[in-house]
């Protein structure tokens, strides 16, 4: 049984930085890509950020610049630092972790909201 546990969502004033962690969980977990998807109110959900195994990163270009993904493979963690937040940001955010195994397996965590007030 794998859990993925997102963290560090909150209310942020424009202009403000939160930083967000995913903890990704189980028996004998070998992991790929890990990342981090959006969904804004009424929308569909985005991609925000990813990055590989070996240390690869790939963006969204309305986070470029102001968005840093990390992640500590010993743990299983990613992290995002978001900084300058824009209403438009606001959205809840999902953790993304595909497995190394073949097929791969796709795991979600249940999303942390993150609220950027004007």
């Known amino acids: 049984q794998v859990r993925v546990v997102e963290s560090g969502g909150g209310l942020v004033q424009a202009g403000g930085s939160l930083r967000l962690s995913c903890v990704a969980s189980?028996?004998?977990?070998?992991?790929?890509?890990m990342g981090w998807y959006r969904q804004p109110p009424g929308k569909q959900r985005e991609l925000v950020a990813t990055t590989s195994s070996g240390g690869s990163t790939n963006y969204a270009d309305s986070v470029k610049g102001r968005f840093t993904i990390s992640r500590d493979n010993a743990k299983n963690t990613v992290y995002l630092q978001m900084n300058s937040l824009r209403p438009a940001d606001t959205a809840v955010y999902y953790c993304?972790?595909?497995?190394?195994?073949?097929?791969?397996?796709?795991?979600w965590g249940p999303g942390t909201q993150v609220t950027v007030s004007s």
């Open positions: 189980g028996s004998s977990l070998s992991l790929d890509a």
């Open positions: 993304h972790a595909v497995s190394i195994s073949s097929p791969p397996y796709h795991y």
